[in-house]
């Protein structure tokens, strides 16, 4: 299994952080949410898939990725009318980036790169990027959203798109009998386009937009088709670690 060459921060020992602390590049942390994906898909996705992500990144690079803890939670205020969902607040979600990037600069690690696998996350995000940027000054902090990294765009919710990256990624976790398309509402289908044309952001509940949660149809989701975006990103991703890390050299 690929996986099990990736440099896993909570499965080592303190020596061995030590040990590998000079060879890793950059450390990866993804942050997610747990929120409902319609009926396709369980709460865990966006976590789930952003770690397994990075530990691909990770293998596939090693020693010079190292992946912190996920971070389960993120920002669903618009999920909690479905339930299961939980969400922190803003200033929560972005004070938690900060204390694990301070602790970690503490030691000795210098480059920090978010890989986010949820949407509603980005905002907050990046203000935690900033707040970092601005109190720690590590050697590089960024805020990136893994599917992002795709020749193809992801702009499902628990549709064809993310549950074919589901597939790829977080079989278990894909609700195989219940696979259903998304039940869409008039506010989705008419003023929730015009507002994504003209860049207008208005937090509505998503049960405003989706009697069922979803997006799309998941029923259309292949395997190939995720493993496909999954292959695309990461070798997108690996080529962007090797130009980060060449654009932000460490003054010792
Ligand atoms: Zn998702």
Redesign the pocket.
Known sequence: MEDSQALVLAHMSWPEVAAARDQVELVLLPV??I?Q?GPN?ALC??SA?ADAFCKRASARLNPRLLVAPAMPWGISHHHLNFPGSISLSEDTFARVLVDVVRSLSGHGFQRFLMVN???GNIPAMNVAASMIRESLNPAFIGASTYFEFGDVPLTD??GEG?TSV?LELIPDMVKHDALAPGEETELATGFRTSMQRYGVSAPFRFDEYTRNGAFGDARDATAERGAEMVTSALNNFCSFVDELVAATPIVE
């Open positions: 997610g949410a929120e994906h898909i996705m966006d898939a696998g949820h949407g919710h628990a993310e589901a």
